[in-house]
Each structure stands twice: as structure tokens, then as C-alpha cells.
């Protein structure tokens, strides 16, 4: 296990930018960052070549709202914790495991096209594992924030507009990934700056055919952009979820403004004991506690009913990670896989 150190400003910064464009120029970013563009290039090889950031890509929230998403607590058996972890950490379906305190071993998020694959999945993949006593499974019904729309926040707020400017915006709204963008959204999900050649290679296309598929997928609102950094080494030390009951009438509400503050990484309506759930990056196990009484004092109707903090983080958003949350590779996030082991690709259409 290595020591983390904590990234350095211009290293924090180079993140931050990449959080907003994440496929923006060289030459941008060292505009912006004030640095020679070749500067910033190599500064940011280091980071992923040390694993301690990395840059991928993944179906939006709205392809998230098409498909499903659900949380799966794990209880293992004694001894079996750590196999298991290894197990689905190569799992496309699984793209986060963790080991959490709180009423479960393992806290799994499962993504598939919809609720028939969620039930295979849990069967034929979960339900065959040894060593697993239990397993609760919590639906997703909606998502107000995802890591991707996390932000750093140390960039200057004309840094900011500057990057922001760069970015294309959502235009309107696919229906859904066609099956032809499937090998984009998967190669990207590797390295969402992967160059627009790779791309082409990897999907049996052109690069100028590559470059208007992915246009088309951003602005029509279908692939999330991400930006990661190893959290051990970002002062955001502490990562904990919290399930949350709220009356119905106010869910909506809640959940935008929860999904606003600087500390949140997820806001998800669920289908469970709770209707809420959110995951939250902190400085120190203390800040969860004055977290909850922040929550509790804005929204007196608000009831933390459960919380998890993160051991470890095993897979993160399809990255695999080491014990200090450094990326080893990554896991195509191939959500139309038939989850089944040694299930293929299929066609089965994702609809509104």
C-alpha cells in the first residue's frame, strides 16, 4: 500500500479543469492554468500513470433514468469479504463496490438495462457466489447528482467560465444509445480523452464518423464526462452514504437542494425502508456528524435512518483501485452485456 500524498495546487487545479472539460485541449487548459500547455500534459501522464487521477466516461443520468441502477448491501460470511470484493470488482455490472461500516460488508452499485437484468444478475451472478449470506437490494427510481457533476472548486469562478464556455451544450435529448455508439461509450469509459483515431479503431469507424457520434451523444444528454482523483489524497478523506426519509411531498425539493451542496456526490430517489439516499465526500469522520446536524436544522422533516462510512473503496465508477484509492485499470462499464456469467452482448433496446 502507498502512503498517499496529498496532490499539490497545480495538480488540484489541473483536476478541477478536467472536471469541468474533461477532453479539453492542451492548449486550453495551459491557457487557463497559466502553465505551458506540454507542462500540463506531462503533469497530467503523471497522475494516471500513478493512478492518482484518471478521466472516464459513462451513460448520463438520463441514460441511468432509461436503465437500472440499484444499491445491493452484501453481508458475507466470516472470511469471505475480501474474495468476494475481488470477485465482482470484475464485474461490468457492478461499477462500485465498497467496504462499509453499517449494516452491510459490502456496498455494491449494479447497472444493467433494466429490472429483468437486475433480477439476473442477482440470481445467476450474486446469488451463486459462496460466501454470501445476504444480500438487500434498494432500486434507484431517480438521480438528482452523480460523481460526475462533483467538483474540486478551487479554479477561480473566470477559470471556471472560461472552461465552461468550451464545453458543448445539451441541445436536446436521444432517445437512447444506439447500439452502433455502444463500442464509444465503452472505449471512453476507459479514458474519456481517448483521441478521436483510438476511438475509430475501436468502433470499426472513421474518426470524423467517431468525432459526430460522441458530439451527438453529448449534446443530446446521453455520456457523462468524468474527472476522478484518488479521494485519500484530495483532503476530501472521508466518504460516507446516508439513507434519508423525507415526507414524499418534499422529496423533490430536498433532494435538489441536498444534490447543490459542495460535499455531495450522489442524490438518488429510492424504492426501499428509505426514499432518499445520498453519498457524500468529507474532510473527517467529525464532519459527518455536524453533516447530519446541518441536515436536521435546514429540514426539520428530514430523518437519517442509516449511514455507511467507506473502508475502502474496491471499484469505483468501473476503475479498480488499490488500498490508498489509486486506479490500477479499468473494467468496461458494458452495461448491455448479459450479466449472466459469460453472458454476450446484446441487442435489447433501452426506451424512455
Given at each position: 500500500m502507498q502512503d498517499p500524498v496529498m496532490l499539490g495546487e497545480d495538480e488540484l487545479s489541473l483536476v478541477n479543469a478536467l472536471q469541468i472539460a474533461p477532453r479539453a485541449s492542451w492548449s486550453l487548459?495551459?491557457?487557463?492554468?497559466?502553465?505551458?500547455?506540454?507542462?500540463?500534459?506531462?503533469?497530467?501522464?503523471?497522475?494516471?500513470?500513478?493512478?492518482?487521477?484518471?478521466?472516464?466516461?459513462?451513460?448520463?443520468?438520463?441514460?441511468?433514468?432509461?436503465?437500472?441502477?440499484?444499491?445491493?448491501?452484501?453481508?458475507?460470511?466470516?472470511?469471505?469479504?475480501?474474495?468476494?470484493?475481488?470477485?465482482?470488482?470484475?464485474?461490468?455490472h457492478a461499477v462500485t463496490v465498497e467496504h462499509t461500516t453499517g449494516g452491510c460488508d459490502l456496498l455494491v452499485t449494479v447497472w444493467t438495462t433494466g429490472l429483468p437484468d437486475l433480477s439476473r444478475y442477482l440470481v445467476a451472478r450474486l446469488g451463486t457466489l459462496p460466501g454470501i449470506a445476504v444480500t438487500r437490494t434498494t432500486v434507484i427510481t431517480n438521480l438528482y447528482a452523480e460523481g460526475s457533476s462533483w467538483r474540486l472548486g478551487v479554479l477561480d469562478v473566470p477559470q471556471q467560465d472560461r472552461l465552461r464556455r468550451t464545453v458543448p451544450a445539451v441541445s436536446g435529448v436521444e432517445a437512447t444509445v444506439r447500439p452502433e455508439d455502444r463500442p464509444l461509450v465503452v472505449r471512453l469509459g476507459r479514458d474519456a480523452r481517448t483521441p478521436y483515431p483510438e476511438l475509430a479503431s475501436a468502433a470499426g469507424i472513421s474518426p470524423a464518423t467517431a468525432r459526430r457520434r460522441v458530439s451527438r451523444l453529448l449534446s443530446g444528454g446521453l455520456l457523462a464526462l468524468r474527472c476522478e482523483l484518488a479521494r485519500a489524497e484530495s483532503y476530501w478523506t472521508v466518504s460516507a452514504t446516508l439513507w434519508i426519509n423525507v415526507?414524499?411531498?418534499?422529496?423533490?425539493?430536498?433532494?435538489?437542494?441536498?444534490?447543490?451542496?459542495?460535499?455531495?456526490?450522489?442524490?438518488?430517489?429510492?424504492?426501499?425502508?428509505?426514499?432518499?439516499?445520498?453519498?457524500?465526500?468529507?474532510?473527517?469522520?467529525?464532519?459527518?456528524?455536524?453533516?447530519?446536524?446541518?441536515?436536521?436544522?435546514?429540514?426539520?422533516?428530514?430523518?437519517?435512518?442509516?449511514?455507511?462510512?467507506?473502508?475502502?473503496?474496491?471499484?469505483?465508477?468501473?476503475?479498480?483501485?488499490?488500498e490508498s484509492g489509486r486506479a490500477l485499470r479499468a473494467v468496461d462499464m458494458d452495461i448491455w452485456r448479459d450479466p449472466a456469467p459469460g453472458g454476450a452482448v446484446h441487442d435489447r433496446q433501452v426506451r424512455e
Open positions: 487548459l495551459g491557457g487557463v492554468l497559466g502553465a505551458d500547455p506540454v507542462t500540463v500534459a506531462r503533469r497530467w501522464q503523471r497522475l494516471t500513470r500513478t493512478g492518482r487521477a484518471w478521466a472516464t466516461a459513462y451513460g448520463s443520468p438520463v441514460l441511468m433514468r432509461q436503465t437500472c441502477l440499484a444499491l445491493v448491501a452484501v453481508t458475507c460470511q466470516a472470511g469471505s469479504l475480501v474474495r468476494i470484493a475481488e470477485a465482482l470488482r470484475d464485474d461490468p415526507p414524499p411531498g418534499e422529496l423533490a425539493g430536498t433532494a435538489a437542494a441536498l444534490a447543490a451542496r459542495p460535499e455531495t456526490r450522489l442524490v438518488a430517489a429510492v424504492a426501499g425502508s428509505t426514499n432518499l439516499v445520498i453519498t457524500v465526500w468529507l474532510r473527517g469522520l467529525a464532519d459527518l456528524q455536524r453533516l447530519e446536524a446541518t441536515l436536521t436544522a435546514r429540514w426539520p422533516y428530514l430523518s437519517v435512518v442509516d449511514r455507511a462510512v467507506v473502508l475502502r473503496h474496491y471499484k469505483l465508477m468501473g476503475r479498480v483501485l488499490d
